[in-house]
């Protein structure tokens, strides 16, 4: 009878796909059947999955391919709020000629290099002349909560604002800004043209955010090895770290980035997975765009290998999750699909 592998349930099962479902859908993805509950899943696997796609480097990828996922709807702008009350990200630039820095999303890669566009912003003087600048989003259409963000960022009356808007929003935050800073702000259309330097930032992401990619790797693993069912004692530790949280550096590790151009063309994620004899391990690198630096991959350490006493052979899986080119999908109704790639690409697991 199947058990569950993170409890002794016996049911009802959850059918699990390796990617969260808000990356998108991808043709040939197979589900892990009978081997997580409903209940695991609905009360800690699915809210990793979600605060993994709303995370800063997840969601701006989303943002930049439109993708939608299972709710048809588009992620909420990374550059506003971050996943349950994290903070958004902030890519800072210059504009031409001036002397204070504003704050930017990104809008594509063109050459290998991201492209910015200008956010609707004040950028606010403080008393010891220092330039803060503040996201104005479009739910704050009342001057007590411009107030307040620009309170929240300033000690004491700003000396100096600059406020950036675009055309199309029928100039409501220059209106707010005339009823309290009247003569003391100056009023500036969001210019069409691009930075002359990249923007640059921060993203920050909590300890959920490598328990989700914990996960991933791990029922990748799963999906691809048929003699494993995941409920082996040598998995007991990354079941635990997954259900639990602990010290993610003792399951994920950062690992060298692969070479430019190894995402074949296409938007997508690299999954690999290994097993040597000695030990299991996984490599996932996700987001990856074909014009422009690979991201961050990262290593993940499932255990010892449950072949060790009878000496299974070794033996290596490399998958590439690949986005549609625009067009391409209309016909089935996928984001993309999953492609094999050469298992070299995947060194074998650290013993």
Known sequence: MALCIYCPSEGPFHKEHVLPANLGGFKNAEPLLNCICQNCNNRTLSSLDSYFVESGPQAMFRCLLGIKGRAKKGPHSPYEYGPRGEPAIKLRARPKGADFECLYCIDEIRDGKFVGRMLRQVVVKDKEGQWHPIYV?????????????????????????????????????????????????????????????????????????????????????????????????????IRDFILKGGDADRFVTSDLP?????????????????RNGQSVGAWVMFSAMPDGDNPQRYYVNIGKDPGHIIRLRSNAWAHRYRYYSAGEGEKNNYDGEIVPVPAKLVRMPRS
Not at 222 to 231: A, E, F, I, K, M
Not at 258 to 264: D, I, T, W
Request: one cysteine or more; aromatic letters at 12%.
């Open 258 to 274: 692969l070479q430019k151009g190894a995402c074949f063309g296409d938007p997508c994620h690299l999954f690999g997975a290994g």
């Open 137 to 237: 989003s479009e739910r704050v259409r009342h001057i007590g909560s411009l107030r307040g963000l620009i309170e929240s960022e300033v000690d004491g009356p700003p000396t100096d604002i600059q406020a950036f808007d675009d055309e199309d929003s029928e100039g409501w935050l220059f209106e707010l800004l005339k009823k309290e800073y009247a003569g003391n702000f100056t009023s500036r259309q969001m210019p069409a043209h691009e930075t002359e330097n990249p923007p640059i930032g921060d993203m920050v992401v909590g300890p959920e955010y490598f328990r989700a990619i914990a996960k991933i790797a791990f029922h990748y693993y799963l999906l691809q090895d048929n003699s494993v069912g995941g409920d082996e004692r040598e998995f007991s530790g």
